[in-house]
T-cell receptor, first 113, second 111 residues
Framework: DAKTTQPNSMESNEEEPVHLPCNHS???????IHWYRQLPSQGPEYVIH???SNVNNRMASLAIAEDRKSSTLILHRATLRDAAVYYC??????????????FGTGTRLTIIP | DTAVSQTPKYLVTQMGNDKSIKCEQN?????MYWYKQDSKKFLKIMFS???????INETVPNRFSPKSPDKAHLNLHINSLELGDSAVYFC??????????FGPGTRLTVT
């Protein structure tokens, strides 16, 4: 499985944008990029995913480099509820029912009031 | 409404005992999973079932046996519990390849 590299921790001020980087230099052409987050004492929560193009949803935006070797999760206006561990995950294309998510160590995001 | 629920939330037991963790999803999803998060917070997949059929079986001791009585339920039975089994166990479900929904977790402590 291709690996991802994320900073161990980041801090951001409340109500400011947050850019969470992820490097995945060994990504294959068919790997999807997924982001999940885990709030304290909760299960992981899906945030966003993409393949080649930038993606937006109600939670965040995903910016994918042209060579796909890196991506950035963007929280447009961080709130205290966004404090969590954010995981960048590469998911190989596979038969449905075999969707194994391989979690790394993630980035612990702290929001400063 | 709870989408993916697990019982119990906390489980404290002694080494050598047998215990079960139950998972139910009311999302109508076809695929369910079990993940283990150890004390260092690494989250690893253990099993997945699609329409009651075992799809993923990672390198897990055969003391762990998943059981899916129907596609809304995936239970995890653990025999002869060991200290190293202490962890948080998460159940998840999905209907598409893109998004998995996780339960709140079951914290298992083996003493």
């Amino acid at each position: 499985d291709a690996k991802t590299t994320q900073p161990n921790s980041m801090e951001s001020n409340e109500e400011e944008p947050v850019h969470l980087p992820c490097n995945h230099s060994t990504i294959s052409g068919t790997d999807y990029i997924h982001w999940y987050r885990q709030l304290p004492s909760q299960g992981p929560e899906y945030v966003i995913h993409g393949l080649t193009s930038n993606v937006n949803n109600r939670m965040a935006s995903l910016a994918i480099a042209e060579d796909r070797k890196s991506s950035t999760l963007i929280l447009h206006r961080a709130t205290l509820r966004d404090a969590a561990v954010y995981y960048c995950i590469l998911r190989p294309v596979s038969n449905f029912g075999n969707e194994k998510l391989t979690f790394g160590t993630g980035t612990r995001l702290t929001i400063i009031p | 409404d709870t989408a993916v629920s697990q019982t119990p939330k906390y489980l404290v037991t002694q080494m050598g005992n047998d215990k079960s963790i139950k998972c139910e999803q009311n999302l109508g999803h076809d695929t369910m999973y079990w993940y283990k998060q150890d004390s260092k917070k690494f989250l690893k997949i253990m099993f997945s079932y699609n329409n009651k059929e075992l799809i993923i079986n990672e390198t897990v001791p055969n003391r762990f046996s998943p059981k899916s009585p129907d596609k809304a339920h995936l239970n995890l039975h653990i025999n002869s519990l060991e200290l190293g089994d202490s962890a948080v166990y998460f159940c998840a479900s999905s209907q598409t390849v893109y998004e998995q929904y996780f339960g709140p977790g079951t914290r298992l402590t083996v003493t």
